[in-house]
């Protein structure tokens, strides 16, 4: 399985303030920890988040939610989403709109992070 660093979650940050405009930083480093570690947590020897898409879920949800960058952080969490997935080879579908919307929801706490995992779950390519 691959992963992503912190220092690779904060370079993807960077090219998508970049990109697309916000500002640059992080908000609270302790937060981001938290996020970064936590699709990696278990207990007694069983993981929490035990499949790539798990991890892949936990992280993008970790990131929306904690928000531990000063801005970007939807944009931050869905990428790396979707960037963890895409290194471990899954592949998902999805229309912009409708990934849009979902995330809106997850920020917004109108989708839980059963949900969404559920939402990611049925996108994934199975061809």
């Known amino acids: 399985m691959i ?6 979650i904060i370079l993807l940050h960077e ?3 970049n990109s697309f405009g916000g500002i ?9 920890e938290s ?3 936590a699709p990696y947590q278990s207990f007694a020897g069983t993981e929490f988040y035990p499949g790539i898409v798990d991890k892949a879920v936990r992280l993008g949800f970790g990131l929306i939610k904690n928000h ?4 970007g952080n939807k944009r931050i969490g ?3 989403m979707l960037v963890l997935l895409e290194l471990n080879d899954i592949h998902i579908e999805y229309d912009d709109d409708e990934l849009i919307e979902i995330i809106q929801e997850v ?3 109108v989708l839980s992070q059963e949900g969404f995992h559920l ?6 390519n199975k061809g």
């Open 3 to 8: 992963n992503l660093t912190k220092d690779q």
């Open 15 to 17: 090219q998508l303030i």
């Open 24 to 32: 640059h930083g992080i908000r609270d480093d302790g937060l981001l």
């Open 35 to 37: 996020a970064l570690a």
């Open 68 to 71: 531990p960058f000063l801005d």
């Open 78 to 80: 869905t990428h790396a």
């Open 107 to 109: 920020a917004a706490g």
């Open 119 to 124: 939402w990611v779950s049925e996108k994934i």
